[in-house]
C-alpha cells in the first residue's frame, strides 16, 4: 500500500475513535442525566486518544489533530502535500465518528434521565465544542489557544523529541484529559479542529447554531499549537553538534 494512503489510514481511524468516544462520552452524560460527568467525559478523550496514539505512531506519526499536523508543518516535519492528506483524513474520520453517532443516539429512547436520545443529542449540541454565551469569541480563542499549546508541547516532548521517554501516547493523552477538566465547562476544550467540525456536520440542523463560532476552533488550537512547536523546536529540542 502506498505510504500516505497508510498514513492518512491511521489518521482516519484515530481521529474516529476520539471522536466517536469523546463526543459519545458527552451524549451519554446527557442522555442518562450526569452519570459519567466531567471526569467521565475527560477521562474517555483522554484514554481514547492514549490508544489512539500509540497504536498510529509507528505509521502516522499519530497526530489525530490539524493542530499538531500544523505544528509538524510549521517546524518543516513534515510535507505540505502530506499535511493536507492528514488535515483531510482527520476530518473525515471525526465527521464519520459524528454521522454515526447522530444515527445511534436519534434512535435511542428515553435514558436515566427520561429523556430521548434525540433530545440528549439536542441538549449537547452532539458533543460539538461550543463557549455559548458565557465569554466572549475572543477570550474563547485565547483559552483554546493555551490548551492546544500545553497539548502540542505535550507531543513534542513525549514523542517528536529524541530523547522523549518511551510511553506511547500515555502523557498526549493525559494531557488532553486534565486540559478538558480546566477548559471543558468553558469552551468544550476542543484543542482539536477536526473534533469539533466532525460531530458539527454530523449534527446537521441540530448543530446549525454554532458554526458562527466553529472559527474559533480553527483560530486558537492552530495558534497554540504552532506556537508550542516553535518554542519547543527553537528553545528546547536538541541540536546535534556541527563536525
Known amino acids: 500500500m502506498n ?28 442522555w442518562t442525566g450526569g452519570e459519567p460527568g466531567l471526569v467521565g467525559i475527560a477521562l474517555a478523550h483522554g484514554i481514547i486518544l492514549s ?22 508543518l510549521a517546524t518543516g516535519r513534515i510535507k505540505p502535500g502530506a499535511a493536507i492528506g492528514y488535515i483531510v483524513g482527520q ?37 460539538t465544542p461550543n463557549f455559548g454565551n458565557q465569554i466572549s469569541a475572543g477570550m474563547a480563542v485565547w483559552v483554546e489557544a493555551i490548551l492546544t499549546f500545553l497539548l502540542v508541547f505535550a507531543v513534542f516532548g513525549t514523542a517528536v523529541d529524541p530523547r522523549a521517554p518511551k510511553i506511547g501516547g ?3 493523552g493525559l494531557t488532553v484529559g486534565v486540559d478538558i477538566l480546566m477548559g ?32 474559533v476552533y480553527w483560530v486558537g488550537p492552530v495558534v497554540g499549537g504552532v506556537a508550542a512547536a516553535w518554542v519547543y523546536e527553537a528553545l528546547i529540542m536538541q541540536r ?3 563536525r
Open 240 to 242: 546535534q553538534t556541527p
Open 51 to 72: 490508544i489512539a496514539v500509540s497504536a498510529t505512531m509507528n505509521i502516522s506519526g499519530g497526530h489525530v489533530n490539524p493542530a499538531v499536523t500544523m505544528g509538524l
Open 91 to 127: 476530518c473525515a474520520g471525526a465527521t464519520i465518528a459524528g454521522v454515526l453517532l447522530a444515527m445511534i443516539f436519534r434512535s435511542l429512547g428515553a435514558g436515566g434521565a427520561e429523556i430521548s436520545g434525540a433530545q440528549a443529542m439536542a441538549n449537547s449540541m452532539l458533543g
Open 3 to 30: 505510504a500516505q494512503v497508510r498514513n492518512i489510514t491511521c489518521e482516519l481511524i484515530a481521529t474516529f475513535a476520539l471522536t466517536f468516544v469523546g463526543a459519545g462520552a458527552i451524549l451519554v452524560n446527557a
Open 170 to 172: 500515555f502523557g498526549i
Open 184 to 215: 471543558g465547562p468553558i469552551t468544550g476544550a476542543a484543542m482539536n479542529p477536526a473534533r469539533t467540525i466532525g460531530t458539527l456536520l454530523g449534527g446537521g440542523s441540530v448543530t446549525s447554531a454554532l458554526w458562527s463560532q466553529h472559527w
